[in-house]
């Protein structure tokens, strides 16, 4: 685990003081939070790298809180996280009972003038980040690719989730460096994408290199994915180890410029995406929370990522924990925000995807059957597909449960009703959809 102080310089860090917060009581903080929960909120899909960290910080955080209030977890995929903060940061109580996991470029997106954020990205109370994340584009091997320069040669599908990593980067290589990217959109989130790379719909993804190495763990050892370049500041060890090039090599090589593109050009719009990853895992509180609320969940923040018993358990997870504190990432936002706008107009345009796209066509898996067994008040169902056993856990805020068309909770299912459970993946422990015949 590291923690460091960011330091000024010309990319987007700037040490700044801590925002002011007015006096600030525990007591009424721990008397506000005490009886409550609250819910992380989370703008991507169940089971990718945002979801993971979220998870971890509820299971955590509650015993550095005044009040130890409760925690539960939501995901409100859509837009890259642009759906879960406009519903964040305008219509959720801002008293601090909700916190915001967004996807990092979510500030990028509204500083850069884009459709769809209803909030202004230096307004909202940062808590803080649990990752500095540096990211990587993998490629599957079938495709016969042996190094990066062959992207600017011939054609790789990448897949994408919305205006995030995933598009964002093979858009700005393709915009900026001559790629010949296409893309296909719509998947929910990362852990499908992959999926797809195993099937042959996809040739590759761009996102962090924490998921990429855990998501695409299999691929990576068995050698059918392969790291073809860093996207990011600093190099990551065992990449370059590897031979990959970072793409600020790539692009001081001067071999693939789109036209009127110069190097210094193309160094400087790299320079303020991959200057976005300080901010890897971010979480944030809206703007009108009260400052000794904001205060105390900062401090809280930063003791939950020192806290040993999470620390072990990112381990175990093979996350990294690279603590940026919410002061920090204010600053980091503030700068984004003063960016001339000449510059920022040109950056919005190279980082829209202007090539072949298609809209992914998802084959959820369904077993259908009878139910057999029902276990801790329906979070874990058994029904018989067939001759076949499946079972199923059931969240009470991320499976969508019907029984008779109407939406219904969990402990109403019961042994012998015919059910559907839908799956985000085959053999995922976790079910997105379940629906039962009345």
Known sequence: ???????????????????????????????????????????????????????????????????????????????????????????????????AGLQRNAAMVEIMGQKGPKFKAADIQWLGSLADEPGACAIATRTGIKSFNEVFERTFVMGGTGPNDTEMNPALINNTLAGKFKLIKGYPSTPPIHLAIERGEVDGICQSWASLSEQGSAGLKAGTLKPVVQLTIKPIPELTKAGVPTIFEVIESGKYLSAGISKEDAKAYFNMVTGVRVMGRPFALAPKVPADRVKALRAAFVATAKDAGFVAEAKKLRRDIDLVTGEEIQQIVAD??????????????????????????????????????????GRKLTLDDNGKSITTGVSGSRTKLFIGGKKAKREDVKVGMTCTFELPMPKAKEATKVDCKG
């Not at 010309?10 to 939070?33: H, M, N, R």
């Not at 964040?88 to 008293?95: G, R």
């Not at 000449?342 to 995807?353: I, V, Y």
Request: proline share 6%; with cysteine.
């Open 336 to 377: 984004m925000a003063a960016t001339s706008p000449a510059l920022l107009a040109k950056l919005d345009g190279l980082l829209k995807f202007t090539g072949p796209t298609t809209t992914a066509k998802l084959d959820l898996p369904k077993h259908s059957g009878k139910i057999t067994k029902v276990d801790g008040g």
């Open 1 to 99: 685990m590291r923690f460091r102080t960011l330091i000024s310089s010309a990319a987007v860090v700037a040490a700044c003081g801590i925002l002011a917060t007015g006096p600030a009581s525990a007591q009424d903080v721990s008397k506000f939070y005490k009886g409550k929960r609250i819910q992380i909120l989370v703008g991507s899909g169940p089971g990718g790298g945002y979801d993971t960290y979220a998870r971890m910080l509820a299971r955590h955080m509650s015993s550095h809180i005044p009040g130890k209030p409760g925690f539960i977890v939501k995901n409100m995929d859509g837009a890259g996280s642009i759906v879960m903060a406009n519903f964040a940061f305008n219509v959720a109580p801002q008293n601090g009972t909700i916190i």
